[in-house]
């Protein structure tokens, strides 16, 4: 097969790109992979495997010379260093588990520099794999089929072939790919053979949309007063109205920038414009901004991308000091009113990504479990206790996804 390598997007036409995948995810798009280039790490790298004109296949990934910061994340070893973690493996581990983790967390806190540089596989922001295979037919043309998309499993070997040849030739310590749908079974089956240890990273949260009115999704919710939460918001003077990308302001800004703190994210206005700015530069035409005033006050937005059959909830936050607990302006912004213009667009699916599963579950979402597979290119001192943190935390992430759906999980 041919290859052709790019460490910046600018270096690769849309149209390209964009065909040599099946996903159904607007985050492995030109356009969202465009818009958070450089946010995580200064060095990424694309490849596209076969011909110039019809590739069939696309990898992206970024190399972190050290530990990423504020996207811990999407780096797999200060993913096991953060406190959410630790109370992840402490509330739903298994007896011991937490003193386990404890013991192998002290161990990789001393020795982290040596796995750095690490080469992660996975989309910045996006809590997908960044590997994908062109399609070659499917019975739904807006669904990812991956198996279908390389039958034989050529393309992706030689995707992942690639991949651990640049982590060697980039001197990297640790590989990673993050985030992928347990779906893809090709893909998980191959890095099983390479020796990549998994772990359960969490699950996409995916509320499929009712044909029906909203009238019809309410009526199907359960355990949750879903009616009086609606009147509740809209009985409170708001006005709410659906606009496009030109109203992410300084307003909005603030608003984003307050909920960052809330959950003690670190960053400025500056650093929330900027990222309003670049997805207006590069997926203006996608994003849809439910905006909520009340008089002449802006007091709350959320906002998501119109991809394919999806819908890809992304910014959001609302005004705490004007829309108080008794408004449910967290439930209204984030689910009902996007159910609303799901059901106005015809779209079929919302994405809303990892976390909160009890309250997603509760407004009708299904959880698409996702896996993340890492391994360290050479044996090191913290080797075994990396794989130990993966192991324990992964269990953590599974017995919690099964604790909010009774044991059950969906495929992605």
Request: net charge neutral; with cysteine; charged share 25%.
């Amino acid at each position: 097969m041919t290859d052709r390598i790019a460490t910046s997007l600018a270096d690769i036409e849309a149209a390209v790109w964009d065909r040599a995948g099946c996903s159904s995810s607007v985050y492995l798009t030109h356009a969202w992979l465009c818009s958070v280039e450089g946010r995580i790490s200064p060095t990424q790298f694309y490849l596209l495997s076969g011909p110039d004109s019809r590739p069939s296949g696309r990898l992206s990934c970024y190399l972190l010379p050290e530990p990423a910061g504020n996207y811990a994340t999407f780096d797999p070893v200060e993913t096991l260093l953060v406190a959410d973690s630790r109370a992840r493996v402490t509330g739903y581990g298994a007896e011991g588990d937490a003193d386990a983790y404890d013991a192998a967390l002290a161990e990789v806190a001393r020795n982290r520099a040596t796995l750095y540089p690490a080469l992660v596989c996975a989309v910045p922001n996006g809590y997908l794999a960044g590997i994908d295979r062109a399609r070659t037919g499917g019975p739904d043309p807006d669904r990812a089929d991956p198996d279908r998309a390389d039958p034989d499993g050529a393309v992706l070997t030689h995707l992942l072939d690639r991949f651990e040849a640049l982590a060697r030739s980039v001197g990297a310590r640790t590989a990673a790919v993050l985030y992928v749908p347990d779906g893809d079974l090709a893909l998980a089956r191959q890095l099983r053979v390479r020796g990549y240890a998994e772990a359960v990273a969490g699950a996409n949260s995916v509320l499929e949309v009712p044909a029906g009115t909203f009238e019809d999704y309410l009526g199907g919710l359960r355990g949750i007063r879903a009616r009086k939460e609606v009147e509740r918001f809209r009985g409170y003077g708001l006005t709410v109205e659906i606009c496009d990308s030109s109203v992410l302001d300084e307003r909005l800004a603030e608003l984003q920038l307050q909920h960052y703190r809330q959950y003690g994210l670190r960053g400025s206005l500056d650093h929330v414009l900027r990222s309003f700015r670049e997805t207006r530069r590069h997926l203006g035409d996608l994003l849809r901004v439910i905006r909520v005033h009340r008089r002449e006050t802006i007091v709350g937005f959320h906002s998501g991308f119109r991809y394919g059959r999806g819908l890809f909830s992304r910014y959001g936050a609302f005004d705490r000091n004007l829309l108080g607990r008794e408004t449910f302006a967290h439930f209204n912004l984030q689910y009902y009113e996007m159910v609303r213009l799901a059901q106005a667009e015809g779209v079929r699916e919302i994405h809303y990504g990892l976390g909160s599963y009890p309250t997603k579950v509760r407004r009708g979402c299904r959880l698409d479990v996702l896996r993340t597979f890492v391994r360290p290119m050479a044996a090191g001192p913290a080797t075994s206790a990396f794989a130990t943190c993966w192991r324990l935390l992964g269990r953590a992430n599974e017995r919690e996804i099964a604790a909010v759906t009774g044991g059950v999980q969906h495929d992605a």
